[in-house]
């Protein structure tokens, strides 16, 4: 039985996972909000213990690190989005390529 992911937007929260050793698994874009991504970690007890801990202001993390961590994430979001721009790109102009070919 596959169990499901837990997935939040808070940015804030996925860079702390990430600072003390849980992976991140993905990310899915948010279709109500474009530009918001949901991150997503696979849903065990210990990482439903390390949200609780977080919002109750028990979690410290080194800045630094944070830091670089978050650096990182938004790399890979970037990253992410240009890989989509250049799909569209390419789309476009096949399609373009196609219409040229028909005239």
């Known amino acids: 039985m596959k169990k499901e992911g837990f997935s939040t937007e808070d940015?804030?929260?996925t860079v702390t996972l990430i600072c003390i050793?849980?992976?991140l698994i993905g990310t899915n874009e948010n279709t109500l909000h474009p530009k918001k991504v949901f991150f997503i970690f696979e849903n065990t007890s210990k990482l439903q213990k390390a949200i609780q801990d977080y919002w109750d202001g028990k979690?410290?993390?080194d800045p630094q690190?944070?830091?670089a961590e978050s650096r990182n994430v938004k790399r890979?979001?970037?990253g992410r989005k240009e890989i989509k721009e250049k799909f569209?790109?390419?789309e476009i102009e096949r399609l373009e390529q196609n219409n040229d070919?028909?005239?």
Do not use: H
Request: net charge positive; charged share 30%.
């Open 76 to 78: 890979q979001l970037w």
């Open 59 to 61: 979690l410290r993390v």
């Open 88 to 90: 569209m790109e390419s």
């Open 65 to 67: 690190k944070w830091y």
């Open 11 to 13: 940015f804030g929260v």
């Open 101 to 103: 070919s028909r005239r």
């Open 21 to 23: 050793g849980f992976d």
